[in-house]
C-alpha cells in the first residue's frame, strides 16, 4: 500500500522539483541562492540552454555587488516570452541579461515555455501509469 502512496510521489517532486539548469559563468562572481560563486572556466555556447535561467539573491553590476531577495522573483511576474523575470541583470556570455527565473519556482504552468509543459506532462503520465502498475502488482 505504501509503494502505490509513495511512487507517484516521487515521480511527482522529481517534476515539480525547482531544477537548477547549467549555469554558463565567464569569471564574474554572481550569487545564486545566495552563495557566493565565480564561474571558473569559460563554457563553450553549446554547453548552454538557449535561455539560461536564474533565480538570484543577488547579482553584479557595474563592479557593485546588488542584492536582491529571492521572493521579488516570486512576486513581481513581469513575465516575458523566456520566463519570468525580476528585472535584474547578470553577465552571461560576456553580456549583461536580464535574470530570468528558474523553471516552475517563478513561473505558473501557462507561462512556461514547451518543454517546461512537456516535463510538466510527462511527469503526470508517468505517475498515472507508475499507481496503474502498482495497483495491478498489489
Do not use: W
Not at 538570484?56 to 529571492?70: C, H, N, S, V
Not at 527565473?101 to 501557462?110: E, P, V
Amino acid at each position: 500500500m505504501k509503494a502505490i502512496i509513495l511512487v507517484p510521489l516521487i515521480v511527482l517532486s522529481t517534476v515539480f522539483h525547482c531544477v537548477n539548469p547549467l549555469k554558463c559563468y565567464d569569471g564574474h562572481i554572481i550569487f545564486v541562492n545566495g552563495k557566493e560563486q565565480e564561474g571558473t572556466k569559460k563554457p563553450e555556447l553549446s554547453e548552454c540552454p538557449k535561455y539560461t535561467k536564474h533565480c538570484l539573491t543577488g547579482f553584479i553590476k557595474d563592479g557593485k555587488y546588488k542584492k536582491t531577495k529571492l521572493h521579488e522573483c516570486d512576486t513581481k511576474r513581469l513575465c516575458t516570452k523566456d520566463g519570468c523575470t525580476d528585472g535584474t541583470m547578470t553577465i552571461q556570455h560576456g553580456r549583461t541579461r536580464e535574470v530570468l527565473a528558474a523553471d516552475l519556482c517563478c513561473c505558473s504552468k501557462d507561462k512556461c515555455n514547451s518543454s517546461q509543459k512537456m516535463q510538466y506532462e510527462y511527469g503526470i503520465m508517468i505517475s498515472l501509469i507508475t499507481t496503474v502498475i502498482s495497483y495491478s502488482l498489489s
